[in-house]
């Protein structure tokens, strides 16, 4: 069992910058691959990021490649998601889920643990 919870969200300019933390329980949280979704009104959930377990590989959602960064702590059971750059477009609840090696890392039904989501505002 794991249980995450995200912080660090808030209201941001376009073109700045914002830094997610999501804490993970247990002692199985260098076990798990670590991704990032969000979800804007209306909208279905959709892949932002992944890290796998050792941070050996990273992957990016073409929308937010070259902006935003991924990486994790073991150490401190967390993962980060480094926001730079930021679009009204990127304003969404940013959820981090934890999953083991599937072929589709984008899809949702590939994690099995869910944070509560914590919401990102970017205003123009």
């Known amino acids: 069992q794991v249980q995450l919870v995200e912080s660090g969200g808030g209201l941001v300019q376009a073109g700045g910058s914002l830094r997610l933390s999501c804490a993970a329980s247990?002692?199985?949280?260098?076990?798990?691959?670590m991704g990032w979704f969000r979800q804007a009104p209306g909208k279905e959930r959709e892949f932002v990021t992944r890290?796998?377990?050792?941070?050996?590989?990273?992957y990016y959602a073409d929308s937010v490649k070259d902006r935003f960064t991924i990486s994790r702590d073991n150490a401190k059971n967390t993962v980060y998601l480094q926001m730079n750059s930021l679009k009204p477009e990127d304003t969404a609840v940013y959820y981090c889920?934890?999953?083991?090696?599937?072929?589709?890392?984008?899809?949702?039904?590939?994690?099995?643990?869910w944070g509560q989501g914590t919401q990102v505002t970017v205003s123009s």
């Open positions: 247990g002692r199985t949280f260098s076990s798990y691959a």
């Open positions: 889920a934890a999953g083991g090696a599937v072929a589709d890392i984008r899809s949702p039904l590939s994690y099995t643990y």
């Open positions: 890290i796998t377990r050792g941070s050996g590989s990273t």
